[in-house]
């Protein structure tokens, strides 16, 4: 293995990088010097929270930086901590890192990628064409990088929590061991949550509006968007567009909750302890923990369809609405619609779930030569297009749920049951009429996947679940500046695996 340079060689290139670093010749480098560095060297760039952090609290000059010692104490702990992630990859501990080492790792995840995908891992960090990655090649490849870059190649293979769409259908992420851990799972929950919640009121109108036709629109009255919308400001006013909302946000928790440990046990029964599942088994998996999601709360969605169709004083609030239905209905009113809304999440969760493994591989085969990672962009569409594809499936569906969750509130409605109602509207509208209040589904797809992004990153920052490569480098820089260094040995388990490589913890604190 190369790399087994001694103390002075280290001093000497770590000098060089931090002349290269020190752009104004200070004899310091800050987080400006850091990320113009990170550009060259293809870290992206940092967030607007990056500059954070920087130095201690009550430090006067908060854009101190790093100076040449603090700096390669820094390089010399980062070192250490890249070293023996090396060898824990190296399993034949003969110096380099290769293709099926590549694949063994991801598999000791669960994961099974191809000989292609793992040479485009390899290919980004191999410099000299030998298709195998030496001890300089990482260390040099990771040094001043954070190994998001690595990091996100597990993440890539998952489905995306933040195409929150208001359709709470899709298969759930899985966390990794280490997250559940050190409570990056919660976090991410709760960061989900609260996008979540962000995405749908703004979104809200357009669900009104949506539902507002699978109900009333027919082909006599040629109910379209802009008379629908019409319709609802002139019976309740502007505010009168939110209808709704608030029970659709209060849902969001419980329904989260319900799935992830529904989801875990599931997965467990499937799998026994492995953390990754196979695609087709987090269909399995996914689509019966959201039943069983839907099966607990769906008395909510009931209240939801009802509280967005009434009429301005109808009900006092939810509780009021809730008692209503209780008197007037009895308890098997909270569940009309639930077997058009169970069997709706298989094919939306099958369509979802294929298309975006499909989209994604294929992007992988036709344009990733140099990288595994595909950007947010990439994932973002697919999650897009195939959520867009998957509520095609299932929307004659979550048409029948929500006219029968409806019909008992509706004057001289005819109470159906799910077949007879599909029956009814092939009969009298065709199989259009199955699609009706689509078109404001639609609309709200790219809003609401946006803001859900936008707020789910800044919400991710703010409780730590992850930052930028920058926004490491300077806590990392506040951890240096620290006095008294630990034991290398207690800076990193000896146990220190595969697994970790892949979803590697930020560095804790030197004097921790």
């Known amino acids: ?30 987080v400006h010097e850091l990320r113009q560095g990170l550009a060259r060297l293809g870290g992206g760039d940092p967030d607007r ?22 700096f390669t104490r820094y390089l010399q702990e980062r070192e250490q901590r890249l070293l023996l992630m090396f060898h824990s990859l190296d399993r034949n501990q003969d110096g380099h890192i290769d293709v099926s080492e590549i694949q063994q790792s991801f598999r000791a995840l669960g994961i099974s990628i191809s000989l292609e995908q793992a040479e485009k891992i390899l290919h980004s960090m191999d410099r000299d064409g030998t298709m195998t990655i030496d001890w300089q090649e990482w260390r040099d490849h990771f040094l001043l990088h954070s190994l998001e870059n690595v990091e996100d190649v597990l993440y890539f293979w998952k489905h995306s929590t933040v195409l929150d769409i208001g359709e709470c259908l899709t298969v759930p992420d899985e966390f990794s061991k280490q997250e559940k851990l050190t409570g990056m799972w919660w976090k991410q929950l709760v960061a989900g949550a609260v996008a979540g919640a962000v995405s749908r009121t703004g979104t809200a109108p357009l669900d009104r509006l949506k539902v507002f036709m699978q109900v009333h629109a027919s082909k006599t009255n040629r109910l379209n968007v802009l008379g629908g919308l019409r319709s609802m400001i002139q019976e309740g006013g502007v505010l009168s567009l939110w209808r709704g909302n608030g029970i659709n ?24 302890q492995q953390e990754t599942l196979q695609v087709q088994e987090r269909f399995v998996a996914g689509s019966l923990a959201g039943a069983t999601a839907q099966t607990i709360i769906y008395p909510m969605e009931v209240l939801k369809t009802r509280l967005t169709l009434r009429r301005t ?35 939306y969760a099958g369509i979802d779930l294929a298309v975006y493994e499909t989209l994604k591989n294929r992007w992988l085969q036709q344009y990733s030569h140099e990288s595994a990672n595909p950007g947010i962009l990439v994932l973002l569409a697919c999650g897009t297009i195939s959520s867009t594809c998957g509520q095609i499936a299932s929307y004659p569906l979550a048409l029948v749920r929500t006219r029968m969750q409806a ?24 199989v259009w009429g199955l699609y009706r209040g689509i078109a404001p589904n639609f609309m709200k797809v790219i809003p609401a996947v946006s803001i859900s992004y936008v707020v789910y990153e800044n919400m991710k920052q703010a409780l730590g679940v992850t930052s930028s490569p920058v926004s490491k480098l300077s806590h990392w820089i506040l951890d240096v500046k620290k006095p008294q260094p630990p034991d290398p040995d207690s800076a990193m388990p000896r146990s220190w695996g595969p697994h970790h490589w892949i979803q590697i913890p930020s560095p804790q604190p030197l004097d921790s």
């Open 49 to 70: 929270g990056a500059q954070q952090g920087l130095s201690p609290e009550g430090d006067t000059d908060p854009d101190s930086g790093l100076n040449l010692e603090e």
């Open 407 to 430: 019909q008992a509130s509706i004057e001289g409605s005819p109470q159906l049951s799910m077949m007879s109602l599909l029956r009814h509207i092939l009969s009298q509208e065709g």
């Open 249 to 272: 946000v209060l849902k969001i928790a419980p329904e989260s909750a319900v799935k992830f440990m529904a989801y875990e046990q599931i997965k467990h029964a499937i799998r026994g």
């Open 313 to 347: 004083g109808q009900y006092k609030g939810l509780l009021d609405c809730a008692l209503r239905i209780l008197e007037r209905e009895g308890p098997r009113a909270f569940y009309r619609g639930y077997l058009p809304n169970v069997l709706g999440i298989i094919p």
């Open 1 to 30: 293995m190369r790399g087994g340079a001694g103390d002075a060689e280290r001093q000497q290139r770590w000098g060089r990088l931090f002349e290269e670093l020190d752009s104004n010749k200070d004899g310091r480098v800050d």
